[in-house]
């Protein structure tokens, strides 16, 4: 197992099978940092186009086509101190006789100071109502990642389906381990658009948007075939399902935990039907760009109770 620290040179604005940048092996970790989502460094300079511009894609030995690649994300930290956020909820997110209330969405950003040593948030120019607001937690995550889709395609880090992608779900933070399905050999993974806080939703079509400092381990899981992305955190095994409408996303992150349940834990559809309709939780991702994005959660604890 080996460290790699890697200092990006360009930046994709899509998911796909594009050159390789570093060959890695099954268990190494990679040190590396990620422009913002407009395209800007850790100094704030802009140094590539805008659009979730994704840091990679780095190649996993021995990863092929019907593998799984797990991808833990050990450290995410902002490397800059300012931060920006959209000013308005989406349209859609509302109801739409409600829509023509809300105030124009093409206004400048919210800029946000970020103190890095003790881990806060603050708004720089609070709108009226929101003077008392203080500080909030930083929660750093990232909002865009994942393996190169198959078929050739070059996907829109815009949006998501079964290879990862923009899936802006706040739960994708330090400690957290992802499982994404790979489709070609080395499995291509992409990593970026790194958020400092994020509602649940991404609502305003942003997070706070900062430069991340990122480091990763990769482990290749052999024979093992997934159709959605999965992970695990302290507490959680998760399924995340990708689609417009969101019920398409409902129901792939549905079927996912359920041949996971089949699959690690030896519950037919009979048990985890039992299991997950009394235990099943369900968190929103990204309802924000063209894939919405669907989490469902089961707890540990009740999977090792369920073995016994």
Known sequence: ????NFEPAHFHVTIA???PVLHVASG?????WCVDAGGHDRTGEQITDGGNPQTGPFFVEGAVPGDTLAVRFDRIWPNRDRGLSGQVVAPHVVDPPFASELP???????WWSLDLARGTAQLEDPPPGLESLGELPLAPMLGCFGVAPPRGQAIST????????NMDYRGFRTGVTVFLPVFVEGALLHVGDGHALQGDGEIVGTGIEVSMDVEVSVEVIKHKTISWPRAEDEDFVMAIGNARPLDQA????????????????????????ALLGQCIRYEIGNVFDPAYTAVAKIEKRL????AG
């Open 1 to 4: 197992m080996a460290t790699h």
């Open 17 to 19: 099978s594009h050159e």
């Open 28 to 32: 190494d970790t990679i040190r590396t």
């Open 104 to 110: 124009d969405r093409t206004g400048e950003a919210d």
């Open 158 to 165: 815009a949006t998501s389906s079964t290879h990862g992608g």
């Open 250 to 273: 409902v129901q792939h992150a549905t079927t996912e935990p359920m041949r996971l349940l089949a699959e690690d834990y030896a519950l037919d559809y009979r048990a985890s039907s």
């Open 303 to 306: 999977l090792v109770l369920g």
